[in-house]
């Protein structure tokens, strides 16, 4: 087997003021100048103007991936620190007001809002993308529909957005929610390969639904600009480990299913409605969730969920030198998520209305600045 499966990471950011623990919605242009002066060619705006994006460089291992965020995490910071800033990088911020916040000015931005309206203004949220290459001559639709059942497991684990306007939402992912008030985000339709991908986006654009540049937001999709999967599902993740360990995971998958003989064979309409009940489940409880993997089987625990995924994909995690992944996920539902912490920390307070909202974003500034 092939050693290599090269991947790309892109993580969110919500620039928060320390004193207030709110999200900014208009930062100063010399904080966002010292945003892109650390970020580099990584920077990207994002649709709100208090929140930026780092998409890295290409990754051949774990070990770069680290070396790299832990970087542009740690010196982000600390040169927002000297502006009294600092960033969040979670699912939503938990006291942000979408209400107040304002668009980026970048044509590609206004003509989503002007298109969606509040649907557009309501999505302060911030969500772990990760890209893994697909090689030359391997349908990456067919990839897909091997890695898709298997999404609400790192979505479970990544889920850390449980308060909406400062109060909690009943879910572990409500950015989750959010996301499926847009059009064509969520689960991808039922297609069988890529030439029938592009029948589909064919159509959209003929018929006036999507433009002739535009792609679709599901939860995982082929890339239009790279000859990748990009997974999309997962909330952004407080802890760079946390990350580290769903775009390994998700890297492991990749790699596992290019390899096969004919990957996608076996999924059906069936386990797509499994698929759609099962993110359902991850959204509202995710450590806690149960789930049903195929027809006429019982449903089993997120931890039973990693067994079976360590028994499909461990010979693949040993060939990319990835074999810990196992072992750390098991650490994530042991710590419990991040969902689970900040709803712990929000309860404990006195007042939990705003103080509690306060602490959650403590909580997150501290996770977010640290390194594995």
């Known amino acids: 087997m092939d050693r290599t499966q090269r991947f790309g990471i892109e993580e969110e950011y919500f620039i928060t003021d320390l004193r207030s623990r709110r999200m900014l919605a208009e930062p100063p242009a010399h904080v966002l100048a010292a945003c892109r002066e650390v970020i580099g060619d990584g920077f990207s705006y994002e649709m709100f103007q208090g929140q930026v994006e780092v ?98 497991m790192l979505l479970a684990l990544s889920v850390s957005s449980p308060l909406w306007q400062g109060q909690p939402s009943g879910y572990c992912s409500y950015r989750q929610v959010v996301c499926d008030e847009w059009p064509r985000m969520g689960i991808p339709e039922f297609l069988s390969d890529e030439q029938s991908f592009e029948q589909y986006l064919g159509l959209l654009k003929r018929s006036g639904a999507l433009a002739k540049d535009a792609n679709v937001w599901w939860g995982c999709r082929p890339s239009l600009s790279y000859r990748t999967l990009e997974l999309r599902m997962t909330d952004a993740c407080p802890r760079l480990s946390d990350a580290l360990v769903l775009a390994g995971l998700f890297r492991i998958m990749i790699k596992h299913a290019c390899q096969m003989p004919a990957p996608g064979s076996q999924y059906s309409l069936e386990r797509l409605w499994l698929l759609k009940e099962n993110r359902i489940r991850a959204r509202r409880c995710g450590h806690h969730g149960c789930f049903t993997l195929a027809p006429d089987t019982e449903a089993i625990s997120l931890e039973q969920w990693l067994i079976l995924a360590e028994q499909q994909f461990g010979e693949t995690a040993r060939v990319l030198g990835e074999d810990v992944v196992f072992d750390h996920a098991r650490q994530m539902l042991r710590d419990g998520s991040s969902a689970e912490r900040q709803l712990r920390v929000f309860s404990a307070q006195s007042s939990p209305g705003l103080q509690g909202g306060q602490a959650v974003v403590d909580l997150l500034l501290e996770e977010s600045r640290e390194n594995p």
Do not use: K
């Not at 809002?113 to 993308?129: K, M």
């Open 55 to 152: 998409a890295s460089p290409v990754f051949d291992d774990a070990a770069e991936a680290a070396t790299y965020l832990g970087r542009v995490r740690r010196e982000l910071s600390q040169a927002l620190a000297g502006y009294g800033l600092g960033f969040i990088c979670s699912g939503v911020h938990p006291l942000a007001d979408w209400r107040a916040q304002r668009a980026t000015p970048q044509v590609h931005f206004q003509r989503l809002f002007e298109e969606f309206q509040i649907v557009a203004q309501r999505s302060v949220l911030s969500g772990l993308h990760v890209h893994a290459e697909i090689p030359t001559g391997v349908d990456r639709i067919a990839v897909l529909n091997e890695v898709l059942p298997w999404l609400p």
